[in-house]
């Protein structure tokens, strides 16, 4: 498994849940400023607090949700890289990776063990060591599973 040039300039696709429920934004928060010494996080806005599950937001009154799809796929395809917190169950998150597996992508997920939850096996199972990889963390590790993934 080739590691990340420190010198490029990456572009990180960040997936979590957003109307699957926002428990997790101040775990997102902290990855997501991680991700941000590592290249450039196309999906900052998935970190925001004021994004709310219940509100549509976003630009979904605006554009709705088709848009908002469209706009994510051509994010995924100019990503280097999709680095998923998968502890909260999302449709939209497992969408994301499905995706971005077909687009041979390189692919990070982060899981909370001690969330009680349980890691879909469509997740879990779909691990090859390389391209897709599962780590499980604490939340006070979080800042040191992002930077042990790009730097190992």
Wanted: net charge negative; with cysteine.
């Amino acid at each position: 498994f080739a590691s990340f040039e420190s010198s490029m300039a990456l572009n990180i696709y960040f997936c979590g849940s957003i109307r699957g429920g926002r428990q997790d934004v101040a775990v997102y928060q902290k990855i997501v400023q991680k991700l941000q010494k590592y290249g450039t996080v196309l999906t900052e806005h998935v970190s925001h607090a004021a994004l709310s599950e219940k509100v549509p937001g976003e630009d979904a009154v605006l554009e709705g949700d088709k848009a908002i799809h469209d706009r994510d796929v051509d994010w995924l395809k100019q990503a280097d890289v999709i680095v998923a917190e998968v502890t909260q169950p999302s449709l939209g998150v497992g969408y994301e990776l499905g995706r971005a597996v077909a687009m041979d992508k390189r692919v990070l997920c982060l899981f909370r063990p001690s969330s009680g939850r349980v890691l879909s096996a469509m997740i879990r199972g779909a691990a090859d060591g390389s391209r897709f990889q599962v780590r499980d963390y604490a939340e006070e590790e979080a800042e040191t599973t992002v930077e042990d993934y790009f730097t190992a």
